[in-house]
């Protein structure tokens, strides 16, 4: 059963819908389920200004993006790939403390998702893509 804050972050549309101008970008496909996304990102300085998607995928996938994308702010891009294997380890049930700038993602860790973490980490690898990194 997927919790009602999972649906209600992947209702959350505000930054879906992908723009002409993009300084990076990345489309991914998940080989295991078929999911699918597109991202567009405005970095400036090192920082992301902007960060769009759009997706043809589950609900967990679809917020996951949400939460990423309303949250891009908050992303330190010379600690993503650190952090991203942070929260693959938590997820692999090795010991962690998810980064502070990753609190948010904190609903995608029950163990009744663990099987899903291809759908959830679809958009985090597709930033990555994006940003050659």
Request: some cysteine.
């Amino acid at each position: 059963m997927i919790s009602d804050e999972i649906i209600k972050a992947a209702s959350n549309d505000k930054n879906y819908g992908l723009l002409g101008q993009a300084s990076h970008s990345s489309n991914l496909k998940n080989k295991i389920c078929g999911d699918k996304i597109a991202v567009q990102l405005k970095v400036k300085r090192n920082k992301i200004e902007s960060f769009r998607y759009e997706t043809e995928s589950c609900v967990l996938c679809q917020a996951s993006a949400s939460k990423l994308a309303n949250n891009a702010s908050l992303i330190s891009i010379s600690n993503l790939k650190k952090d991203v294997e942070i929260i693959y380890n938590i997820i692999d049930g090795k010991k962690g403390t998810l980064p502070k700038n990753f609190l948010y993602f904190k609903i995608f860790l029950k163990n009744q998702y663990k099987n899903r973490s291809s759908c959830i980490m679809l958009p985090f690898n597709a930033l990555i893509k994006a940003l050659k990194i």
